[in-house]
């Protein structure tokens, strides 16, 4: 999933590749934005990697 985000608020989220009937974990996106604290304006996350990231 790409997640764009605009001043640390959530304006979409997209599957970019992969299985479409596979939903994603709101929780995690939310929380990765949160804790970006000198996160830029704009940015579009990938979510796959922050699933990855915060399984370890």
Same mark, same amino acid.
């Given at each position: 999933?790409?997640?764009?985000?605009?001043?640390?608020?959530?304006?979409?989220?997209?599957?970019?590749?992969?299985?479409?009937?596979?939903?994603?974990?709101?929780? =995690?996106? /939310?929380?990765?934005? %949160?804790?970006?604290?000198?996160?830029?304006?704009?940015?579009?996350? =990938?979510? /796959?990697?922050?699933? %990855?990231?915060?399984?370890?």
């Amino acid at each position: 999933m790409e997640s764009f985000v605009r001043y640390g608020k959530i304006l979409d989220v997209r599957p970019y590749k992969g299985d479409w009937k596979v939903h994603y974990n709101p929780s =995690i996106i /939310e929380n990765a934005i %949160k804790d970006y604290v000198n996160a830029p304006m704009c940015m579009v996350l =990938i979510s /796959e990697l922050l699933q %990855k990231v915060r399984h370890y």
